[in-house]
């Protein structure tokens, strides 16, 4: 790690604390100029928002335009990520705080790639962009500060198989811990379907089968920032009834919600080994032959 | 008509000609600076309407929220096509969406908004610069105004 930790005591009681950096402890770096070996990165649902203003010297990087590849439906491969990074500033030691729209959906999403590729240090910023402006922070809509360009990121190959479920992960693991962070409406299966209106179309409503129902929200403070610990605890702990030794896999419907709550098991709960599904339910929801199930119950492994 | 012909593309509506023009000069980083002139240009609802917002429709292909409501002046194809929107600042990309449909087609008799091919949404050169999954927001739109505008004027 570049950049020590933030010793905030709010978030020392998480699993991983050094994963998570508060508001004040990024503006007083930044006050102060203390930003060698470090990047903050904005990732956010809305492309536009970064260009109405943004934390000052961020970069940003975008899930749909910079972190997949449209050809292989896939993420971009080590030489793009390493294109990527070398164009935002980051080398493989940089210190990357990721900051985005929507209680930090996208950032989680974004941060999780980054693990795909290993990337040692990166780190949210606890309730993104909503608590920054809140707080009245410092915005801008000027370059200045901006880190400029660096060479020679390697080009990592990247490891999916401990983070990341795909379809066959999923149908070998019914029964296993589950977690669908969709609304309970998309849950159900109730809401996919509107006829005569164009969408994007998912074919079938409900959800994977034994997926227990916890939607992303449930581990956002109103403020955006993650819910303290017993909080959090009591939800996938207690409630749940989830070991933290126990693999599980989290899904949505793109796999950018579910990667908020992977955040929250893997780095806040420390669960040792949590998957995200990010063919979600728009893989799974058109896939031939795919059990599903509907209603607001989990329901049965299928025969097979 | 020849929009029907799959081989030869219609030419832009005339109130999207310009602006795709406007889109296609630039390159990806100014481009995206025109959306967002256009989001901070989006009319603001009429008082009847911002007072009244079940009024409007919501545009679920839009990830962000968006609502929209028309209204026709006079009946039939030659009546006037009015269309108001509702998207919330932290919303820009839809806002601007939003405000390149006030553009091209407030004011427009209804019958030039129902010919509106579905397709111009994908000729502003938008699609590489926002992602092709974020501008189905915008057909989401075009469809709800063209299915409003031609119940509201009895066609």
Not at chain 1, 211 to 222: F, K, L, T
Not at chain 1, 244 to 258: K, L, Q
Not at chain 2, 74 to 82: I, M, N, P, V, Y
Request: proline share 8%.
């Amino acid at each position: 790690m570049t950049i020590a930790a933030d010793p905030s005591p709010s978030l020392q009681d998480y699993a991983h604390p050094e994963k998570l950096v508060t508001t004040q402890w990024l503006a007083d770096r930044l006050a102060a100029g203390e930003t060698e070996g470090l990047v903050v990165v904005e990732s956010d649902e809305d492309v536009l928002l970064y260009e109405t203003g943004h934390i000052p010297g961020a970069v940003k990087i975008d899930w749909h335009l910079d972190l997949n590849d449209p050809v292989t439906r896939d993420y971009v491969d080590g030489e793009g990520f390493a294109k990527l990074m070398d164009a935002s500033g980051i080398t493989r030691e940089t210190t990357v705080v990721l900051y985005g729209d929507k209680s930090n959906w996208w950032a989680a999403y974004a941060l999780w790639v980054f693990e795909l590729f290993g990337h040692p240090d990166v780190r949210l910023l606890d309730g993104g962009r909503a608590a920054w402006e809140a707080e009245g922070r410092e915005m801008t809509t000027s370059d200045e500060g901006r880190p400029a360009p660096t060479s020679g990121y390697p080009a990592i190959t990247r490891e999916d198989a401990p983070l990341r479920a795909f379809r066959e992960d999923v149908l070998d693991f019914l029964g296993g811990p589950l977690i669908d962070v969709r609304s309970p409406q998309e849950y159900s299966g109730e809401r996919t379907h509107m006829p005569d209106y164009p969408q994007e179309g998912t074919v079938r409503g409900g959800h994977i089968p034994t997926a227990r129902s916890v939607p992303w929200a449930r581990a956002a403070a109103d403020d955006g920032r993650f819910k303290p610990r017993t909080e959090l605890e009591s939800i996938y702990r207690e409630e749940l009834g989830f070991d933290t030794a126990t693999p599980t896999i989290v899904y949505c419907r793109i796999g950018e919600r579910s990667a908020h709550t992977w955040f929250v098991l893997t780095h806040l709960l420390g669960f040792e080994s949590v998957r995200n599904y990010d063919g979600s339910w728009t893989e799974w929801g058109n896939g031939v032959r795919l059990p599903i199930a509907q209603g607001a119950e989990p329901g049965e492994v299928p025969a097979r | 008509m020849s929009a029907a012909d799959p081989m030869t593309p219609a030419a832009l509506p005339e109130g999207f000609a310009g602006i795709a023009e406007d889109f296609l000069a630039l390159g990806g980083r100014d481009r995206l600076q025109l959306l967002l002139e256009f989001s901070q240009g989006l009319p603001e609802l009429p008082e009847r309407y911002a007072e009244h917002p079940e009024l409007l429709e919501p545009v679920p292909e839009c990830q962000s929220p968006i609502f929209l409501v028309t209204e026709v002046e006079g009946q039939g194809r030659e009546a006037t096509a009015r269309l108001f929107f509702s998207a919330p600042p932290e919303a820009p990309t839809t806002r601007g969406f939003a405000s390149i449909l006030a553009e091209a087609l407030d004011g427009r008799s209804v019958g030039e908004v129902l010919e509106t091919p579905d397709t111009v949404t994908g000729e502003l050169g938008l699609a590489e610069v926002v992602s092709p999954l974020r501008l189905n927001g915008m057909s989401g739109m075009l469809a709800r105004i063209k299915r409003q505008l031609a119940e509201k004027a009895g066609l």
